[in-house]
Every structure is written in C-alpha cells, then in structure tokens.
C-alpha cells in the first residue's frame, strides 16, 4: 500500500493524466487481493476515479493470456532513461490487430511495472510514465 504511478496517457482526443495508487493489499501468496485506486484527469480536472479489487494470480493470468494472443511477439532486455535514471527493462514487441505495439516493463516500477506503451501510427507513447514512488 502506498505505492503509486503517474502517466501520461495519448487518446485520439487528446492528452490524459492517470495515476494509479495501491489502497490495500489483503491476504497473501498468489490469492492476495490488490485494490488500486485509478484517478483520470484532463486539463488537472479529475474526469474519471475508481477502486478496482484484483488477484494477484487473476492479473498474472490475464497478462498471459494476452501474450498468448499476441502476433509477432518478441522480447528483450533494454536500458531506457526514466526522468534522467537509467533503468534495466524488459522491452516487449507485438503485433494487435494489424498495429505494431511495444511496451517497456521494470520490475522497479510499482504496479504493472510499465514504463512505455506505444502503440502503431500514434504521434508519441500511447501511455508513458511521469513520476512513481512510495
């Protein structure tokens, strides 16, 4: 608990500021639920807030499954600069629905660990990390 996230996220429609904050861990091992917090702002107006609840064993699932649906999937191990920090990560590259995709992953990133997702003919990172901590 306490440990957050900030993005920049790019839509068709313009620029939205998200983070995501950790409110409580319950249990333990793989049955542990994590309840994040997620506030959507645009222009610094909270447009979007909820708490979403999810195993830790249903999110692993979820990201395998998704993997197992991606085209042209490739994997290597990167360093990328964070807000002037140099971070080891794990560069995932796919294919999703005809639109090349890369996501950029560090176990030193609190949540899902994304530090970058882009995302075929889109001008910049569809979602890219501002700020996280503790």
Do not use: H
């Amino acid at each position: 608990p306490g440990q957050w996230g900030r993005y920049r996220s790019l839509t068709r429609v313009g620029e939205v500021m998200q983070k995501q904050s950790v409110v409580y861990i319950s249990g333990v091992g793989d049955g542990r639920t994590i309840t994040i917090k997620t506030e959507m702002s645009s222009d610094d107006e909270v447009v979007d807030e909820r708490t979403d609840a999810i195993t830790y064993r249903r999110a692993v699932e979820e990201q395998i499954a998704a993997l197992r649906e991606a085209e042209d999937l490739r994997i290597d191990t990167v360093t990328i600069d964070v807000k002037g920090r140099e971070m080891e990560a794990v560069k995932v590259e796919f294919t999703d629905d005809g639109q090349p995709c890369r996501i950029f992953l560090s176990e030193n990133v609190p949540l899902v660990g994304m530090i970058r997702m882009e995302v075929g003919d889109m001008d910049g990172p569809a979602m890219e990390l501002i700020d996280f901590g503790n």
